[in-house]
Nanobody, 121 residues
């Protein structure tokens, strides 16, 4: 089992950047693939990005490609989401999630509490 805590959200102007962090408890963090998701008010939660257990594979939703970068440091039990060129439509609560085995866009077992990202125009 793994416990996840996100941080790094905040208020930023359009065009700005934020780096989200997801810190995991547990001694086998490298066994988990990690995904980032987001949920805007009144909308369903959507996939943002995922990274494989050792960080060798990443995948992005179309809206994140070229602007967001996911990375991880297993020695620190942390996954990052660097978000650049932010747009007002990126406003949402961002969640990290983990699952045993290969990365993917769904079927995650463990979720953090989320961190709010607000982008003003």
């Amino acid at each position: 089992q793994v416990h996840l805590v996100e941080s790094g959200g905040g208020l930023v102007q359009a065009g700005g950047s934020l780096r989200l962090s997801c810190v995991a408890s547990g001694r086998t963090f490298s066994a988990y693939s990690v995904g980032w998701f987001r949920q805007a008010p009144g909308k369903e939660r959507e996939f943002v990005s995922t990274i494989s257990r050792e960080g060798e594979n990443t995948f992005y939703a179309y809206f994140a490609e070229g602007r967001f970068t996911v990375s991880r440091d297993n020695a620190k039990n942390t996954v990052y989401l660097q978000m650049n060129a932010l747009k007002p439509e990126d406003t949402a609560v961002y969640y990290c999630a983990a699952r045993i085995g290969p990365s993917g866009t769904r079927n995650y077992d463990y979720w953090g509490q989320g961190t709010q990202v607000t982008v003003t125009s």
